[in-house]
């Protein structure tokens, strides 16, 4: 694969560093978050060391030489003892587009061999898809226990399960199913940016201050970091690579209302003409950078003090900016709104196609059961045999009418809970 991703240096907090920007106009990739995770987290520098010579010293790096750098920094970890490079070798390209995993409504993910990467390297990886039972204690118990992939099965289920009760009385399980179901569409409709206010604030909790993660929402992938009690986003994209003012992107509103970009110090970033709202006489001189917030109390030469969590503007740009920033967040709340109506068609979409599948790979069934029982003589036997079990075919392959144990217990197993460094 003959991707590059070009290199920026960002200073955050008076440290200067240097991290990857996405690959031309691609979306927020996992490859990205992760390497992006490594160069930065402190705890992580040692282990991460010949990664961040590479990218320090260079305005590009390949996909392959990232990849064999990646490689060899996982069998060097002490969690990579067992590990086969060949394996990695083949895996690691794929986070950079192909990477599925499967968030689970309670906060955890799936475990899966993409889930074991980010174990490798000691690197966590979480999600805000959350469901809040703490109003509805009931409305828990029927979506907390899923996952997205198993939520959408049962969904699909569903359906038939509906239409077999119009021909039969349900067993207490089907019953159950189609009770998780109301409650599961309810919810994804509700969430349709697969992030909850309820997310948020358990993300918030979970992240130890100035920790680094990667955070998984809407099959994007974004480096996450905490300062001062709050979430932000590593700014990535590959056309804020010559604007060294935009390093982060507050993460503060479930649909985007609130969050706007800001320099490596935690400072609005004015992007109607790509400078800060807090003036500095010389953007390209290190010396001239705002002051750590996080430090003792400083004051820049402009005019800016600070006070805690609270960064006050000089007078003369408090009017100015006021305004831009309502601007900012009118535009960005009506792009979420876009966006959230865009997914939740494409949600709605993935059911109706897959309920659609289910029936026609049903009727095929049974046509190809029925053919086989002429051939074999007994043709209006097995026919009536196939009439009544129904729901024998779906696309899981599994029955629709009584899930297998093994997939209830899977409901309840202990889910693995992330690592956050």
Same mark, same amino acid.
Do not use: C, W
């Given at each position: 694969m003959n991707v590059n991703f070009e290199t920026k240096e960002v200073n955050i907090n008076g440290n200067r560093h240097y991290i990857l920007l996405q690959a031309n106009d691609d979306e927020p990739s996992a490859l990205v978050a992760l390497t992006n995770v490594l160069l930065l987290s402190p705890s992580l520098s040692n282990f991460a060391r010949n990664l961040i010579q590479m990218v320090g010293s260079r305005r590009s790096v390949a996909?392959?030489?990232?990849?064999?750098t990646l490689a060899n920094i996982g069998i060097q970890n002490p969690n990579? @003892? !067992?590990t086969n490079i060949n394996q990695l070798l083949q895996i690691l390209p794929q986070l950079q587009n192909g990477l599925t +995993?499967?968030?689970?409504? $309670?906060?955890?993910?799936?475990?899966? +061999?993409?889930?074991? @990467?980010f174990r490798l390297y000691s690197v966590g990886i979480v999600h805000g898809w959350i469901f809040d039972g703490r109003g509805d204690p009931r409305a828990s118990e029927h979506v907390s226990k899923y996952s997205y992939q198993e939520a959408q099965r049962a969904i699909v289920q569903s359906y038939d399960l509906k239409d077999l009760a119009q021909q039969q009385q349900l067993t207490p399980d089907q019953e159950a199913l189609v009770e998780d179901a109301t409650y599961l569409k309810s919810f994804l409709a509700r969430s349709a940016t697969q992030f909850t206010e309820y997310g948020l604030e358990h993300l918030k909790q979970l992240l130890v201050e100035r920790s680094y993660a990667v955070l998984y929402r809407n099959e994007h992938f974004y480096t996450l970091y905490k300062s001062n009690g709050e979430l932000y986003t590593l700014v990535t994209d590959h056309a804020y690579k010559s604007n060294s003012e935009v390093v982060w992107k507050s993460l503060k509103s479930v649909n985007g209302t609130q969050d706007i970009y800001q320099t490596g110090t935690f400072i609005p970033v004015?992007? !109607?003409?790509?400078?800060?709202? +807090?003036?500095e006489p010389n953007l390209n001189n290190e010396n001239s950078r705002v002051s750590n917030p996080f430090g003792d109390d400083q004051h820049p030469n402009d005019g800016t003090t600070y006070n805690g969590n609270m960064t006050h503007l000089p007078q003369q740009d408090a009017n100015g900016t006021q305004g831009q920033m309502e601007d900012d967040e009118e535009l960005a709340r009506m792009l979420q709104e876009e966006e959230d109506r865009v997914a939740a068609d494409r949600l709605q979409g993935i059911a109706l196609m897959q309920a659609n599948q289910q029936q026609k790979q049903k009727q095929q069934q049974q046509k190809k059961s029925k053919r086989k029982s002429f051939f074999l003589g007994g043709g209006k036997k097995?026919?009536?045999?196939?009439?009544? $079990?129904?729901? $024998?075919t779906n696309p899981t392959g599994t029955n629709m009418g009584q899930p297998p144990a093994a997939a209830q217990k899977k409901k309840h197993k202990r889910k693995k809970s992330c690592i956050i460094m």
């Open positions: 996909m392959y030489e990232l990849v064999e990579g @003892i !067992n +995993v499967n968030p689970e409504f $309670n906060g955890s993910f799936e475990d899966s +061999v993409e889930i074991s @990467i004015n992007l !109607n003409d790509l400078t800060r709202h +807090v003036a097995k026919s009536n045999e196939i009439s009544q $079990n129904g729901n $024998n």
